[in-house]
């Protein structure tokens, strides 16, 4: 897995068995349940479910986003750096906090050991 990707990466059909049991979870604080649910139901898009997943992954400190290239990587533990669903536009790189990039099978920190 790399440690950074695009999120046009997040294709609807890599997000459709997790879409699906989202569904099947019933709500949660996130709000990622009911915007599934809308986008099962055509009532939001697919690039709005993928914006507020990422958001909360990157709310949670699993991701780090950076908006633009003249931008540095933004870690939610590092700055106050707010992201809206709305800024998750195509184009926008993600990365995941180097801390699980070694659980999550990445060869930049396995190959170090």
Excluded at 3 to 22: G, Q, Y
Excluded at 86 to 98: D, F, K, M, T, W
């Amino acid at each position: 897995m790399p440690s950074r990707i695009d999120v046009n990466d997040l294709s609807e059909e890599t997000l459709t068995n997790t879409i699906l049991s989202l569904c099947d979870k019933g709500e949660a604080p996130d709000g990622i349940p009911q915007i599934a649910r809308q986008y099962l139901d055509n009532a939001a898009s697919f690039d709005t479910l993928r914006a507020e997943i990422i958001r909360v992954l990157y709310k949670v400190g699993v991701l780090g986003i950076k908006l633009n290239k003249s931008e540095q990587m933004h870690f939610i533990f590092e700055s106050s750096h707010v992201t809206a669903k709305e800024q998750i536009q195509p184009g926008v790189r993600l990365s995941i906090v180097p801390m699980l990039w070694q659980v999550l099978g990445n060869s930049k920190l396995s190959n170090t050991n």
